[in-house]
């Protein structure tokens, strides 16, 4: 459900850019909403993570969202979403999904939200399991490039975390996906920087022009 689903990340960045380069934008989806008694739904479009169904017939968490994310590398009109990742210079990560807890849409574990600045996304919130954790900015055991990881298949399945420069955790039993993490590279940017409470609902970049 949408119910306390975890916010996408916001971060920005000042660059001098050579008339030669080409950037590729890759804007994030929303994750799609839980229902009861569902299989497992999809994350959001650039790595939001699947949530996990329900193997008891109640209800299944919702996808992460996708990340949203600027790159050096790409093809035009691709709907790839995880090639080229190594070209990515600039990253908002997505919000993990939320999800059922004791058979109801409206006490649900919050999803963790994507990080604020160049920063890690937040754990999302437990219910019988576990929050999964927010994605990092240095990987290690269970963390994705890019992609948010799945929740558990459970009565009352785990959301899906969202996808960032690392994605966040997918969710325990009836629990919250970790947010995906944001960066920005420090060799590209000259100022790096994220303020405020988040996006809600599919992603979005702006480019501002700077004479």
Do not use: M
């Not at 929303?30 to 650039?46: E, F, I, L, Q, R």
């Not at 975390?161 to 944001?182: I, N, R, V, W």
């Amino acid at each position: 459900n949408s119910v306390n689903a975890g916010k996408g990340g916001y971060i920005y960045g000042t660059l001098f850019a050579n008339k030669n380069i080409i950037f590729y934008i890759y804007v994030g989806g929303k994750g799609t909403n839980s229902a009861y008694n569902a299989p497992a739904v999809a994350g959001g479009w650039n790595g939001g993570g699947a949530s996990g169904g329900t193997n008891s017939g109640w209800g299944t968490g919702s996808g992460g969202g996708g990340a949203s994310d600027v790159r050096t590398s790409g093809t035009d009109g691709s709907t790839v979403w995880n090639s080229n990742l190594a070209t990515r210079i600039i990253v908002a990560g997505g919000g993990g999904g939320s999800t059922w807890y004791g058979n109801s849409v409206n006490i649900t574990p919050a999803g963790g939200k994507g990080g604020i600045g160049n920063a890690n996304g937040t754990n999302g919130g437990n219910g019988y399991g576990t929050g999964g954790s927010g994605g990092n900015l240095t990987g290690g055991s269970g963390f994705s490039l890019g992609a948010g990881g799945i929740g558990t298949l459970a009565a009352e399945g785990g959301a899906g975390g969202g996808g960032g420069y690392y994605g966040g955790k997918g969710g325990g039993p009836s629990s919250g996906g970790g947010g995906g993490s944001s960066w920005a590279s420090v060799t590209t940017f000259t100022s790096i920087g994220g303020s405020g409470t988040g996006n809600t609902g599919n992603g979005k970049i702006v480019i501002t022009y700077i004479p």
